[in-house]
């Protein structure tokens, strides 16, 4: 039962991450080409995108409004987007922190899923979820049977577990020194879901699959299991995390195992000596050495404290409580940045104007060194300006609110329609003593009903940004919008470096304190 879980939420996992940009490519399409446009899909995609599209409105397209549907899930495994919610990899969030410097919640929030799972379930991403570990271990398979077939035994070269955690500290150093955010380019499983989205979108393979290849021919032919066990920085950090795990894989001390039984220690693709219970953090909880122990001495149990417990209750009450009250961005289309993409740094305000709610987004481009760029403040602004009225109007004016229930649950017949203004509009910049810095002007939205605006700040500081348009009903025939802007620089880095330096002196205390995994030699 174990091992079909297992397998179960693996093939999941897997299913997950090519369908995610599947049906946003189909997503996109129907976007574009609107409903009943297969016709026009086949003659300007050709046969492949006609029948994708086919295939979407024989699906999905039979949902009233499939588009916000899908669009609800995005992302891969470096970043997910649930339903609104973000789940982030712990090294993005880390990465994000040592690039800019800046403490941003939003991303603490996204991290706190998987450190919760690793602390209470130990490196259960790396044996149940994580799409590279599924690859390889089918590779391992077919390493077994090569190996049957055409040699009497293969190299397997080792490259010892610490090897993981140089990976992960050198290069934490490099994002720390450089701002380059090198785990987004060299972690398999994030270059696997890129692949996949260039494969459906632009349908072509770049250097990633190359890379990719090159990982499973290196695990088939050199190194069994070589990038988990020795290389994988990812997993390097879950050991950490996982070093005081609540599941823990024990073995039955009353038990005695027979001499020459070494079952468990030839199924752990981790290469761990689990008879002799030297598995410890490095374990990936896969529970394949529970499931062929001939006389059951080997079991995953819980084990944890009431201290533990009260810190999980605060952690959630702590982390929880301020998403379940969050203000969501109303307007439609929806451009709510800080959801969609937490590694960027942005502003999202909104203020009634008259008739109409102006929503304004704030991109500022902080995401590599000031020292580095050679436009630091570079920023853009988008602006939605809406008004909501009540009607029964399902055309392309205006865009239909699917949630609009009345308290017996059932929908109303009135819906509540969000009309966007397409007139002109002006943004302005200016100082904080409210002098005029900058001006532009826009005829029409920049895209859908989104008007985009990109301004270069020379400095730091605070500024104002004032959005002037025409309601119709002020007396002057303008509304004026004015919210402040902060650009600021990074904050100094000693305090980071610090925490840094704390973080390797406990990675090598760990590492002298826990007991060492002795690696069962395998062919």
Known sequence: ????????????????????????????????????????ALMNGGWLEGNLYAFYERTFGLLDDPVPIIDSLKGTFWSITILGFNISDPLAGIGYLLTTKEVYFPILLSILIPVLLTVILGRVFCGWVCPINTIAEITDKLRKWVRKKAFTSMPDINLGTGTKYG???????????????????????????????????????TYGAYYLLFLLLFELLVSRRGWCRYLCPSGALLSLMSSRSWLKLVKDQSSVCADICQDCNEVCQMGLNVRDGKSGAECSQCGDCVVECPQ????????????????????????????????????????????NYPQIPVTEQEQNVGGYTVSLTSIFFQGVKRELSSIPFDSQFYVHIYKKTVGSDTSKQGFKDPFNKDKSGVKTDAEIIEKSYAGVITLVIMNEDGAELAKYTLDAPSEEAVYRFRHYFKRSGTYGLAVNFSDGTSSKGQ?????PIAVTEG?????????????????????????????????
Request: glycine share 6%; charged share 10%.
């Open 296 to 339: 059951s001495n080997l079991k995953l149990k819980f084990s944890f404290s009431k201290t533990a417990v009260t810190a999980l209750a605060f952690a959630f009450i702590l982390f929880f409580a301020p998403i379940a009250s969050a203000h969501h961005m109303s307007g439609l289309p929806h451009y709510g940045y800080s959801e």
């Open 479 to 483: 509304a004026r919008f004015t919210v």
């Open 1 to 40: 039962m174990l091992r079909k879980t297992r397998r179960s939420v693996q093939f999941l996992s897997l299913l997950f991450i090519v369908l995610v940009p599947f049906f946003g490519y189909l997503n996109s399409l129907r976007s574009v080409y609107g409903i009943s446009g297969f016709h026009v």
């Open 491 to 523: 904050v100094p880095t000693g305090i980071y470096i610090a925490l840094l330096l704390l973080a390797v002196l406990g990675v090598a205390l760990y590492l002298r304190k826990k007991s060492k995994a002795e690696f069962v030699p395998s062919g």
């Open 167 to 205: 990976v992960l500290a050198g290069s934490l150093a490099i994002v720390l020194f450089t701002g380059a955010q090198v785990f987004a380019y060299f972690l398999p499983y994030v270059t696997l879901g890129r692949e996949l989205h260039n494969l459906f979108y632009f349908h072509v393979a």
